[in-house]
Protein backbone atom coordinates (compact mmCIF):
# COMPACT_ATOMS: atom_id res chain seq x y z
CA UNK A 1 0.00 0.00 0.00
CA UNK A 2 1.68 3.42 -0.62
CA UNK A 3 1.25 6.35 1.69
CA UNK A 4 2.74 10.07 2.85
CA UNK A 5 2.53 11.08 6.43
CA UNK A 6 3.20 14.44 7.16
CA UNK A 7 3.76 14.28 10.89
CA UNK A 8 3.69 17.84 11.33
CA UNK A 9 -0.07 19.36 11.29
CA UNK A 10 1.07 22.75 11.97
CA UNK A 11 4.25 25.12 12.41
CA UNK A 12 4.66 28.54 13.27
CA UNK A 13 8.16 30.75 12.53
CA UNK A 14 8.76 34.24 13.13
CA UNK A 15 9.74 35.68 9.34
CA UNK A 16 13.51 35.17 8.24
CA UNK A 17 13.57 31.82 10.24
CA UNK A 18 14.75 28.78 8.51
CA UNK A 19 11.86 25.63 8.55
CA UNK A 20 12.01 22.20 7.07
CA UNK A 21 8.32 20.46 6.55
CA UNK A 22 9.11 16.63 7.09
CA UNK A 23 7.69 14.14 4.52
CA UNK A 24 7.61 10.45 4.86
CA UNK A 25 6.48 7.71 2.26
CA UNK A 26 5.69 4.02 1.69
CA UNK A 27 5.76 2.37 -1.11
CA UNK A 28 6.93 -0.79 -2.38
CA UNK A 29 6.85 0.30 -5.98
CA UNK A 30 11.01 0.57 -6.86
CA UNK A 31 9.96 3.35 -9.50
CA UNK A 32 7.70 6.19 -7.88
CA UNK A 33 7.83 9.92 -8.10
CA UNK A 34 7.80 12.53 -5.20
CA UNK A 35 6.02 15.67 -5.09
CA UNK A 36 5.58 18.52 -3.33
CA UNK A 37 2.47 21.22 -3.64
CA UNK A 38 1.56 24.66 -2.10
CA UNK A 39 -1.99 25.64 -1.39
CA UNK A 40 -2.09 29.37 -0.36
CA UNK A 41 -4.95 30.95 1.14
CA UNK A 42 -6.20 31.51 -2.27
CA UNK A 43 -6.86 27.90 -2.59
CA UNK A 44 -5.29 27.23 -5.68
CA UNK A 45 -2.40 24.25 -5.63
CA UNK A 46 0.82 25.09 -7.21
CA UNK A 47 3.03 22.71 -7.97
CA UNK A 48 6.90 22.86 -6.77
CA UNK A 49 9.00 20.23 -7.30
CA UNK A 50 8.62 16.71 -8.67
CA UNK A 51 12.06 14.07 -7.83
CA UNK A 52 11.64 10.02 -9.25
CA UNK A 53 13.33 7.35 -6.90
CA UNK A 54 16.41 7.23 -9.13
CA UNK A 55 17.61 10.50 -8.66
CA UNK A 56 18.75 11.06 -4.59
CA UNK A 57 20.22 14.63 -5.52
CA UNK A 58 19.43 17.31 -3.12
CA UNK A 59 17.78 19.96 -4.85
CA UNK A 60 17.75 23.67 -4.48
CA UNK A 61 15.72 26.60 -6.01
CA UNK A 62 16.09 29.99 -4.15
CA UNK A 63 14.99 29.48 -0.94
CA UNK A 64 13.55 26.26 -1.31
CA UNK A 65 15.48 23.51 -1.20
CA UNK A 66 14.68 19.49 -0.90
CA UNK A 67 16.22 16.67 0.54
CA UNK A 68 15.29 12.71 -0.23
CA UNK A 69 16.66 10.28 1.14
CA UNK A 70 15.69 6.78 -0.05
CA UNK A 71 17.10 4.96 3.44
CA UNK A 72 14.69 6.66 5.71
CA UNK A 73 12.15 7.01 2.70
CA UNK A 74 11.49 10.52 3.25
CA UNK A 75 11.72 13.66 1.20
CA UNK A 76 12.44 16.62 3.51
CA UNK A 77 11.29 20.38 2.12
CA UNK A 78 13.31 23.15 3.66
CA UNK A 79 12.44 26.82 3.24
CA UNK A 80 15.45 29.52 4.25
CA UNK A 81 14.82 32.85 5.84
CA UNK A 82 11.01 32.37 5.27
CA UNK A 83 8.73 35.19 4.56
CA UNK A 84 5.27 35.98 5.25
CA UNK A 85 4.39 34.82 1.45
CA UNK A 86 5.31 31.27 2.42
CA UNK A 87 2.24 31.08 4.59
CA UNK A 88 0.26 28.31 3.27
CA UNK A 89 -0.73 24.71 3.53
CA UNK A 90 2.14 22.07 2.20
CA UNK A 91 1.24 18.99 0.83
CA UNK A 92 3.56 15.84 -0.08
CA UNK A 93 2.19 13.46 -2.61
CA UNK A 94 3.88 10.28 -4.20
CA UNK A 95 3.08 8.74 -7.60
CA UNK A 96 3.38 4.98 -8.06
CA UNK A 97 2.77 2.88 -11.23
CA UNK A 98 2.34 -0.58 -10.06
CA UNK A 99 -1.33 -2.72 -10.09
CA UNK A 100 -3.84 -0.70 -10.70
CA UNK A 101 -2.63 2.37 -8.98
CA UNK A 102 -2.47 3.82 -12.95
CA UNK A 103 -0.05 6.53 -11.94
CA UNK A 104 -2.47 8.27 -9.05
CA UNK A 105 -1.19 10.53 -6.33
CA UNK A 106 -1.48 9.79 -2.85
CA UNK A 107 -1.29 12.78 -0.87
CA UNK A 108 -0.42 13.39 2.42
CA UNK A 109 -2.99 15.60 5.11
CA UNK A 110 -0.73 18.49 4.84
CA UNK A 111 1.10 20.89 6.62
CA UNK A 112 -0.04 24.23 7.64
CA UNK A 113 2.92 26.80 7.79
CA UNK A 114 2.34 30.35 9.22
CA UNK A 115 5.35 33.05 8.89
CA UNK A 116 4.74 35.62 11.58
CA UNK A 117 6.04 39.11 10.39
CA UNK B 1 -3.63 28.63 -22.23
CA UNK B 2 -7.11 27.93 -19.50
CA UNK B 3 -5.08 24.93 -18.21
CA UNK B 4 -7.96 22.99 -16.26
CA UNK B 5 -10.63 24.99 -15.94
CA UNK B 6 -13.19 24.18 -12.98
CA UNK B 7 -17.30 25.36 -13.14
CA UNK B 8 -19.11 26.12 -10.66
CA UNK B 9 -16.16 27.85 -8.50
CA UNK B 10 -19.03 27.89 -5.62
CA UNK B 11 -22.54 26.37 -5.20
CA UNK B 12 -24.74 25.69 -2.17
CA UNK B 13 -27.10 22.58 -2.28
CA UNK B 14 -29.58 21.27 -0.84
CA UNK B 15 -29.80 17.72 0.81
CA UNK B 16 -31.37 15.47 -2.08
CA UNK B 17 -30.81 17.76 -4.85
CA UNK B 18 -28.31 16.75 -7.79
CA UNK B 19 -25.72 18.33 -9.55
CA UNK B 20 -22.62 17.97 -12.59
CA UNK B 21 -19.52 19.38 -11.46
CA UNK B 22 -17.85 20.29 -14.90
CA UNK B 23 -13.66 19.70 -15.12
CA UNK B 24 -12.89 21.30 -18.85
CA UNK B 25 -8.76 20.67 -20.02
CA UNK B 26 -7.14 21.79 -23.19
CA UNK B 27 -3.94 20.92 -23.04
CA UNK B 28 -4.82 16.93 -24.62
CA UNK B 29 -4.10 15.36 -21.38
CA UNK B 30 -4.83 11.80 -21.31
CA UNK B 31 -5.34 11.44 -17.45
CA UNK B 32 -7.86 13.10 -15.59
CA UNK B 33 -9.01 13.08 -11.58
CA UNK B 34 -11.80 13.93 -9.28
CA UNK B 35 -10.14 14.89 -6.00
CA UNK B 36 -11.88 16.10 -2.28
CA UNK B 37 -10.30 18.27 0.25
CA UNK B 38 -11.40 18.15 3.51
CA UNK B 39 -9.97 19.90 6.62
CA UNK B 40 -7.16 17.80 8.24
CA UNK B 41 -7.08 14.97 5.78
CA UNK B 42 -5.28 16.11 2.37
CA UNK B 43 -7.03 15.02 -0.79
CA UNK B 44 -8.64 12.15 -1.43
CA UNK B 45 -9.38 10.36 -4.85
CA UNK B 46 -12.83 10.21 -6.03
CA UNK B 47 -12.84 8.94 -9.70
CA UNK B 48 -10.01 9.43 -12.23
CA UNK B 49 -9.99 8.17 -16.02
CA UNK B 50 -7.05 7.43 -18.18
CA UNK B 51 -8.69 8.13 -21.48
CA UNK B 52 -11.98 9.27 -23.61
CA UNK B 53 -14.44 6.92 -22.23
CA UNK B 54 -12.98 5.13 -19.05
CA UNK B 55 -13.85 5.89 -15.97
CA UNK B 56 -12.38 4.10 -12.81
CA UNK B 57 -13.10 4.51 -8.66
CA UNK B 58 -10.64 5.89 -6.45
CA UNK B 59 -10.56 5.87 -2.76
CA UNK B 60 -13.98 7.66 -1.53
CA UNK B 61 -16.43 6.70 -4.46
CA UNK B 62 -19.44 6.14 -3.09
CA UNK B 63 -22.28 9.13 -3.43
CA UNK B 64 -20.96 10.17 -6.42
CA UNK B 65 -20.69 9.28 -10.79
CA UNK B 66 -18.58 10.56 -13.46
CA UNK B 67 -17.94 10.35 -17.42
CA UNK B 68 -15.80 10.95 -19.48
CA UNK B 69 -17.24 11.36 -22.74
CA UNK B 70 -15.11 14.34 -24.20
CA UNK B 71 -11.38 13.60 -23.60
CA UNK B 72 -11.21 17.26 -22.59
CA UNK B 73 -13.90 17.23 -20.09
CA UNK B 74 -14.81 15.08 -16.78
CA UNK B 75 -17.88 15.60 -15.24
CA UNK B 76 -18.55 14.80 -11.56
CA UNK B 77 -21.80 13.62 -10.39
CA UNK B 78 -24.01 13.78 -7.43
CA UNK B 79 -27.08 12.31 -7.74
CA UNK B 80 -28.88 13.27 -3.87
CA UNK B 81 -26.15 15.13 -2.17
CA UNK B 82 -25.65 14.80 1.77
CA UNK B 83 -24.28 16.95 4.09
CA UNK B 84 -20.98 14.90 3.80
CA UNK B 85 -20.30 15.89 0.71
CA UNK B 86 -19.47 19.40 1.94
CA UNK B 87 -16.20 19.82 0.45
CA UNK B 88 -14.06 21.32 -1.68
CA UNK B 89 -13.54 19.33 -5.27
CA UNK B 90 -10.74 19.82 -7.01
CA UNK B 91 -10.16 18.33 -10.88
CA UNK B 92 -6.65 17.57 -12.12
CA UNK B 93 -5.47 16.33 -15.55
CA UNK B 94 -1.62 14.92 -16.63
CA UNK B 95 -0.40 14.08 -19.78
CA UNK B 96 1.30 10.56 -18.66
CA UNK B 97 1.55 8.59 -14.97
CA UNK B 98 4.89 10.14 -14.82
CA UNK B 99 4.51 13.92 -14.96
CA UNK B 100 2.85 15.82 -11.95
CA UNK B 101 -1.11 17.26 -12.33
CA UNK B 102 -2.34 20.29 -13.16
CA UNK B 103 -4.96 21.57 -10.96
CA UNK B 104 -8.02 23.31 -11.65
CA UNK B 105 -9.27 26.17 -9.13
CA UNK B 106 -11.54 24.30 -7.16
CA UNK B 107 -15.06 24.03 -6.55
CA UNK B 108 -16.73 24.67 -2.99
CA UNK B 109 -19.81 22.55 -2.43
CA UNK B 110 -21.86 22.83 0.73
CA UNK B 111 -24.71 20.96 0.97
CA UNK B 112 -27.52 22.01 3.68
Known amino acids: AQKVTQAQTEISVVEKEDVTLDCVYE???????LFWYKQPPSGELVFLIRRNSFDEQNEISGRYSWNFQKSTSSFNFTITASQVVDSAVYFC??????????????FGRGTQLTVWP | NAGVTQTPKFRVLKTGQSMTLLCAQDMNHEYMYWYRQDPGMGLRLIHYSVGEGTTAKGEVPDGYNVSRLKKQNFLLGLESAAPSQTSVYFC???????????FGSGTRLTVV
Open chain 2, 92 to 102: ASSSDPRAGYT
Open chain 1, 27 to 33: TRDTTYY
Open chain 1, 93 to 106: ALRTFGGSTLGRLY
